[in-house]
């Protein structure tokens, strides 16, 4: 069965430093991997996706992930936080090509911005 | 109106009472999901639907009863509810093989009283 585990249910960075997220996923075959962000009182929305491309994946808003297959891991970063990225983020894996398949979701991580 | 829509945003009810949630997607989407997120708790898929058919029913008490009358369309019906099924539910879509993703609704914000 695949699944997802999110080290840290909270981060906190100061404004311009580096945010580090991370995700380690279990799956027994190749998997589509994606982050989402959640702000308050709102659904989910897609950061970015790895589908087997590119093993460097850019997003909206500045961040980027690493897709690793040594490590399981699927570690989403950004330079420099910014105060508006306070929210919450869940890594998500799914199988390749199942029709309606079902992701599967992170606790998620709580990322706190202060000035 | 593009993406997903949820209607209402937010809803109050007594543990009696009837209500419906509603998702809609013009995404062109064939595959629509409910899920269920409680405050401190990870997001739990409720059920499934791929091309109006149910796929999956992960274990949801009956008192949920899902209903997709066509594939642009979801709703969520809800009897007889307890107060620990009050959370956000959240209604996503996705091409049939989710290869991009799930696009979400902002969701229901539910209290059960």
């Known amino acids: 069965a695949q699944s997802v585990t999110q080290l840290g249910s909270h981060v906190s960075v100061s404004e311009g430093a580096l945010v580090l997220l991370r995700c380690n996923y279990s799956s027994s075959v190749p998997p589509y991997l994606f982050w989402y962000v959640q702000y308050p009182n709102q659904g989910l929305q897609l950061l970015l996706k790895y589908t087997s491309a590119a093993t460097l994946v850019k997003g909206i808003n500045g961040f980027e992930a690493e897709f690793k297959k040594s490590e399981t891991s699927f570690h989403l970063t950004k330079p420099s936080a910014h105060m508006s990225d306070a929210a919450e983020y869940f890594c998500?894996?799914?199988?390749?090509?199942?029709?309606?398949?079902?992701?599967?979701f992170g606790k998620g991580t709580t990322l706190s911005v202060s000035s | 109106e593009t993406g997903v829509t949820q209607t209402p945003r937010h809803l109050v009810m007594g543990m009696t009472n009837k209500k419906s949630l509603k998702c809609e997607q013009h995404l062109g989407h064939n595959a629509m999901y409910w899920y269920k997120q409680s405050a401190k708790k990870p997001l739990e898929l409720m059920f499934v639907?791929?091309?109006?058919?149910?796929?999956e029913n992960n274990s949801v008490p009956s008192r949920f009863s899902p209903e997709c009358p066509n594939s642009s369309h979801l709703f969520l019906h809800l009897h007889t509810l307890q107060p620990e099924d009050s959370a956000l539910y959240l209604c996503?879509?996705?091409?049939?093989?989710?290869?991009?993703?799930?696009?979400f609704g902002s969701g229901t914000r539910l209290t059960v009283v």
């Open positions: 996503a879509s996705s091409q049939d093989n989710a290869v991009g993703g799930y696009t």
């Open positions: 998500a894996v799914s199988d390749l090509g199942q029709a309606g398949t079902a992701l599967i």
């Open positions: 639907y791929n091309f109006k058919e149910q796929t």
